[in-house]
């Protein structure tokens, strides 16, 4: 296992577990019962499915196709959010959440800086009953690196070279500059290869 392995599985796993305390505190308060309900074990069956999650390249690919259902919410402070925030996200703080409207049916994608505030923010939806609910992987920095500033090996193989030209396209959309690196592998060829899409 590659330490960028390595290091995406420890932060995977700290999310997780920052996600499920935070469902096992709910789990048992009066509190939870007045406002909200947790299923810890369908919440855990869809981290360990990776569905409580969406990357950088396909929420950009949502947005650029216009879905009608989407909505996407920055939970970083007023400050980071009007420094940048991801094209059509509007600024909702953490704490807001339980009592922010959201209409039923909607996909709802949440995204902090890194991450972890988003977890938990995706943790507070799920207990209001939304199950279309999504964090950007990566937070931020993810979208910042494979949509704004996507990279290909100038020595990549043909195969991955005509698998980046869709995501070198979409980052042109959203006034990105793809590069071809000079060395090593591309961060993005990889994940071309991984991205799926849902279907909801």
């Known amino acids: 296992m590659s330490s960028n392995d390595n290091d995406r ?12 305390a935070l469902a096992a505190v709910f789990a048992g308060s009066p509190y939870a019962a007045q406002h909200g309900q947790i299923d810890v074990a369908a919440l855990a069956h869809a981290v360990a499915h990776e569905d409580d999650h969406v990357d950088a390249i396909e ?3 949502w947005i650029k196709d216009r879905r009608s259902d989407l909505r996407v919410i920055d939970v970083r402070s007023r400050e980071e959010y009007d420094s940048y925030h991801v094209p059509t996200a ?18 709802i994608v949440v995204y902090s800086e890194g991450g972890a505030h988003a977890a938990q923010a995706w943790v507070f ?51 990105g500059v793809p590069q071809a690196r000079a060395e090593g592998p591309s961060s993005t060829s990889s994940l071309v290869l991984k991205v799926r899409r849902r279907g909801c």
């Open 9 to 20: 599985l420890v932060r995977r796993l700290g999310i997780l577990a920052a996600a499920l």
């Open 59 to 61: 929420l950009a690919g």
């Open 90 to 107: 509007e600024h909702v703080l953490l704490d807001a959440l339980a009592t922010t409207p959201f209409r039923a049916g909607e996909t």
């Open 125 to 175: 939806l799920r207990a209001r009953g939304y199950d279309k609910v999504f964090f950007l992987r990566g937070g931020l920095y993810e979208w910042l690196d494979q949509v704004m500033s996507p990279g290909l090996s100038a020595n990549a193989p043909a195969k991955d070279s005509a698998a980046f030209k869709p995501i070198a396209e979409l980052s042109r959309y959203f006034g």
